[in-house]
T-cell receptor, first 113, second 115 residues
């Protein structure tokens, strides 16, 4: 069965510092992987997705993620954090053919001056 | 802009009083989903419609029902809300139900308070 584990429920970085949010997946078949961002009292916005094309995926707002099959990872990075990046980030995997999103528990990113 | 719209954004109901949440989409997508997200938790799928075909998740309580009268609209009915049903309810759509093009697009959510 597919599952997702996000390491670190809270991450805090300084403005301008590297952002690294960790996601590991478990899947018996090649997965589709997603990162979503959620701002307070808002819905989820797609940052990027991996669909078995390029392993390095670029998303919106300067975020990117690299699919590493050997490590079963799909970590999200951004070279330089901005105050507006403070939000909850969810990694998710889908069951192919069903499109049911299985979410990780989420990582709350705080950015301080 | 094509989008997913949820009304109302905030809903207050009383314990046991039926409530309906609304979702509409201008994307002309075949699939519409309802998720429940409790505070500080990940969204959890309740059910989805693939066109007119209703698909319930095995652990969704009977208290939750859904209707999809046409492609654009989908409703979530909570027949007898309990205190434990207070949550953010998220509607999402996707063009189809499998494959690399089938990203789910989310609405802004409805936050339900049960008094």
């Amino acid at each position: 069965a597919q599952s997702v584990t996000q390491l670190g429920s809270h991450v805090s970085v300084s403005e301008g510092a590297l952002v690294l949010l960790r996601c590991n997946y478990s899947s018996s078949v090649p997965p589709y992987l997603f990162w979503y961002v959620q701002y307070p009292n808002q819905g989820l916005q797609l940052l990027l997705k991996y669909t078995s094309a390029a392993t390095l995926v670029k998303g919106i707002n300067g975020f990117e993620a690299e699919f590493k099959k050997s490590e079963t990872s799909f970590h999200l990075t951004k070279p330089s954090a901005h105050m507006s990046d403070a939000a909850e980030y969810f990694c998710a995997v889908t069951l192919g053919g069903y499109n049911k999103l299985i979410f990780g528990a989420g990582t709350r990113l705080a950015v301080h001056p | 802009d094509a989008m997913v719209i949820q009304n109302p954004r905030y809903q207050v109901t009383q314990f046991g009083k039926p409530v309906t949440l609304s979702c509409s989409q201008t994307l002309n997508h075949n699939v519409m989903y309802w998720y429940q997200q409790k505070s500080s938790q990940a969204p959890k799928l309740l059910f989805h419609y693939y066109d007119k075909d209703f698909n319930n998740e095995a652990d969704t309580p009977d208290n939750f029902q859904s209707r999809r009268p046409n492609t654009s609209f989908c409703f979530l009915d909570i027949r007898s809300p309990g205190l434990g049903d207070a949550a953010m309810y998220l509607c999402a759509t996707s063009r189809d139900r499998g494959g690399s093009t089938d990203t789910q697009y989310f609405g802004p959510g409805t936050r339900l308070t049960v008094l």
